[in-house]
T-cell receptor, first 114, second 114 residues
């Protein structure tokens, strides 16, 4: 069964450093998403992406964040200058089309900012 | 205000007992409704979804959920739980007005008593 994959599974970085979290969505999916879950809190929407453009973003997704689909398979989330409060589990998701509104989630990348 | 509420933070049931996890939503129009499960250290797996039609929906792993419009509820049920059902369960919605983002409840942690 096709699945969303994410790398790395765990990333440790120092405050102020840039990080790139990578995701490979399901191959025929066209809509891509990032969510985060701070330890002990609910899962929060960050951004959705379609046709090489951001289609929706939350208040959390400020100028420190960016997303990109650099090639036909990868979908990345970049945090330019990490802060301690960026420590969280980051989930990538993809969906076949907007009408279905069913998103398939990857296993997540745990980001630890020290 | 628009919200998804899971009133139970933690529930413990005996193996073989029945289970009901509560979820209430507050939106102007009926949103699309989902239940996800997150096992420790794992990503989010879709259990079931409701878009329209029959208000009792069947999902994977023997779970079902019933949509009750009058109560704005979408409770998850299982007639007999197994030790492997121990996990965090998230009710979620995609508002009808939204392009894409999933709004998650705060989650209910399920423990199974041997």
């Amino acid at each position: 069964e096709p699945e969303v994959t994410q790398t790395p599974s765990h990333q440790v970085t120092q405050m102020g450093q840039e990080v790139i979290l990578r995701c490979v969505p399901i191959s025929n999916h066209l809509y891509f998403y990032w969510y985060r879950q701070i330890l002990g809190q609910k899962v929060e929407f960050l951004v959705s992406f379609y046709n090489n453009e951001i289609s929706e973003k939350s208040e959390i997704f400020d100028d420190q964040f960016s997303v990109e689909r650099p090639d036909g398979s990868n979908f990345t989330l970049k945090i330019r200058s990490t802060k301690l409060e960026d420590s969280a589990m980051y989930f990538c998701a993809s969906s076949e089309n907007q009408g279905v509104r069913e998103q398939y989630f990857g296993p997540g990348t745990r980001l630890t900012v020290t | 205000a628009q919200s998804v509420t899971q009133p139970d933070i933690h529930i413990t049931v005996s193996e073989g007992a029945s289970l009901e996890l509560r979820c209430n939503y507050s939106y102007g129009a009926t949103p699309y409704l989902f239940w996800y499960v997150q096992s420790p250290g794992q990503g989010l797996q879709l259990l079931l979804k409701y878009f329209s039609g029959d208000t009792l929906v069947q999902g994977i792993k023997g779970f079902e959920a019933e949509f009750k419009r009058s109560q704005s509820s979408f409770n998850l049920r299982k007639p007999s739980v197994h030790w492997s059902d121990a996990a965090e369960y998230f009710c979620a919605v995609v508002p009808y007005s939204s392009a894409s983002k999933i709004i998650f409840g705060s989650g209910t942690r399920l423990s199974i008593r041997p």
